[in-house]
């Protein structure tokens, strides 16, 4: 069965950096774009960014551009979102999710990893 | 960005009765539309993709239509379980979701 585990949510301050790691299993890793989306607390969802399955094409969103950088090991079955300038708008729930092979639509999620800005 | 908004914020419904859900974007997306269904402390599940084809083990009670700018989410019969947040979100430019609609108990 396809699960996704994320991992790396902490508290750090703004200004600071920080990695999510996400691990994938049950599935051919390199055959999805991946992607990671966002929901602050009480709030809706956006999306964060996304990696295609092997020649790396990437995309953001304007909120994160510069800032975030999302990429992938297939060796690993992993993708992850380095986050740096983090300010306190970043907080959030962030999912890992897998995109169905036709459209920007996702099929699966992960559980989160909380991640706080605050000083 | 197209912006999607969705009516109501808030559905009040009773058990066994029958939900529509709405969502307009701000420009057309033609048939480009998901919905999900999220649950308190829960990661959002895919329901509908293409506006109208459920995803894989979703019930049929689930049921998407609409193109161009006006989409609705229909549950046909409501059950205990699909209390939660519905999410519409388009996908032919850069993805946006709609800021969801509670579907409550009444």
């Known amino acids: 069965q396809v699960q996704l585990v994320e991992s790396g949510g902490d508290l750090v301050k703004p200004g600071g950096a920080l990695r999510l790691s996400c691990e994938a299993s049950?599935?051919?890793?390199?055959?999805?774009?991946m992607s990671w989306i966002r929901q602050a607390p009480g709030k809706g969802l956006e999306w964060v960014a996304y990696i295609s399955g092997r020649d790396n094409t990437i995309h953001y969103a304007d909120s994160v551009k510069g800032r975030f950088t999302i990429s992938r090991d297939n060796s690993k079955n992993s993708v992850y979102l380095q986050m740096s300038s983090l300010r306190a708008e970043d907080s959030a729930v962030y999912y890992c999710a897998r995109e169905i092979p036709t459209a920007m639509v996702l099929d699966y999620w992960g559980l989160g990893t909380l991640v706080t800005v605050s000083s | 960005d197209i912006v999607m908004t969705q009516s109501p914020a808030t559905l009040s419904v009773s058990p066994g009765e029958r939900a529509t859900l709405s969502c307009r974007a701000s420009?057309?997306?033609?048939?480009?539309l998901a919905w999900y269904q999220q649950k308190p402390g829960q990661a959002p599940r895919l329901l509908i993709y293409?506006?109208?084809t459920r995803a894989t083990g979703v019930p049929t009670r689930f049921g998407g239509s609409g193109s161009g700018t006006e989409f609705t989410l229909t549950i046909s019969s409501l059950q205990s379980e699909d209390f939660a947040i519905y999410y519409c979100?388009?996908?032919?430019?850069?993805?946006?979701f709609g800021q969801g609609t509670k579907v409550e108990i009444k």
């Open positions: 979100q388009q996908y032919i430019d850069w993805p946006t």
């Open positions: 049950g599935f051919i890793f390199s055959d999805y774009y």
């Open positions: 293409g506006a109208s």
């Open positions: 420009q057309s997306v033609s048939g480009n």
